[in-house]
C-alpha cells in the first residue's frame, strides 16, 4: 500500500466502515424479523421476503458469509488505519496503540451499535435490501462459506444440536394468548375476547360452562294444568325440561313452538303436552366443549342435561352456551360484574370462574369449584359471614352479602383489581 495516497487510504477507511456497518446492521435485521410477518409477506409475493426466508431457512450459512465479510472489512480497516498513523505520525512510537483506539472507538458507534439498534428498530428496512445483496454473496463465496461451515457444525454436533433439523418457530397456546392480549391497537376487544374463547375451548369441558342444577327451570308435571300453560306463557326460554317431581325424572324436552298454538284448545291436557316432547340428552360431565358442539350439529340438538359419573343431573347446557364461551359471556352489562366509583367491583357470585378470567384479566384457578361463590367456599373452609375479608388466591375481597348455604355479593378490593379490559 506504499504506492496508495493518504486521501485514497481515507476513503477505503470510509468504504470499510460503511461496509461494517452493512454486516453488522444486517445481521441484526434479517435475525430480528418477524417469522410470522415474514411468511405473510411471502404469501403477498414480496421479493425480499421471498429471499430473506430463504437466506434464514439455513442460517448457518447466512450467518458464516456476513461474519466473513465483517472480518474482512475490519481487517482491511485495521491496517489501514495502521499505515496512514505511521505515515503522519512517523516518530510517535504509540501512534499505532493511539489509532486503534479511535478506530475501535468510530466502528463501535458507528459500524456496531447505530446500525444494529437502527436494524433492530427497523428490521424490514434493512434487512430486505440486503437479501438482495446477500443472495448473490452466498453464490459467490459458497466455497469458502462451505468450508468454515464444516467445521462450525461438527462442533454443533458434539453439542448435540444439528443445524439442519432445527425446528420451525412456533407459538404455545400461552404464548398466542399473550400475542392476542397485546394487540389492542389493531383488534377491537370483543374479538379479543372472542380469540381468547376459541383457544380455551380445547380445555373447557361443558361442567365449566353449565346452567347449574339449582338454577334449571323447567317444567313439573306434578303441577296442575293451570301452572303448567301459565308456566309455558310467561317463560323466557325456547326448550324447557319436563320432569315428574325432580329434573333426575326428566320425560323430555318441549320446544314452546310447538305448544304455544295448543295452549288455547279446550282440550290441551299433559298428555298433548308429553305427546310433543323430544327424547332428553344426556351428556357426561367431562365432555370437552368442542366435541359437545360438533355432537349437536351432527345429532341436530341444541339442549341437553349434563351427568356425573353416577349418573345424576348436575346442570343443563344449550348450543347457546357453547357459542358464547367462543363469542364471550355478556355480563358487562352491569348485571355481573360492576365498577365502583372507588374502582372496586362488585361481583354476583354465581358468576363462573372461566367468565370472572376472562372478564377482569385474572388468573384465577378453575380446576375446582365452578362458580366464585364455591371457589371462596373452598379457599375460606366455611360459608363466611357478611363482611368477611380476605385475600382470595391474591386477590383482595370483602363478603358483602351471603346467606346460610353460599355467598351471594362480593366486593373485589381496588388494591390489586386489574383494570376492565374495555
Known sequence: MDDISTSVLFGILAAMLILSAFFSGSETALMALNRYRLRHLVKLKHAGAIKAQRLLQRPDRLLGMILLGNIFVNTVAASVVTIVSIRLY????????????????VTLIFSEATPKTFAAVKPELMAFPSAWVYVPMLKLFYPIIEFV???VNTLLRMMRVDITKHSQETLSKEELKVVIAEAESVMPARYQKMLMGILDLESATVEDIMT???EIVGIDLEESIEDIVQHIKTSPHTRLPVYKKTVDRIIGFLHLRKVLVLLNHDD????MLISLLSKPVFIPDTTPVHSQMVKFKTEKVRIGLVVDEYGDVQGLVTMDDLLQEIVGEMITDDSMVRLQNDGSYLVDANITVRELNRFMQWELPTEGPKTLNGLIIEFMETIPAAGTSTKLH???LEIIKCDDKAVKLVKFLPEKSPKKNA
Open 90 to 105: 512517523p516518530h510517535n512510537e504509540h501512534i499505532v496503540v493511539i489509532a486503534d483506539v479511535i478506530l475501535i472507538m
Open 149 to 151: 461451515n464444516i467445521f
Open 212 to 214: 347449574p342444577r339449582n
Open 268 to 271: 290441551f291436557d299433559k298428555q
Open 394 to 396: 391474591g386477590y383482595p
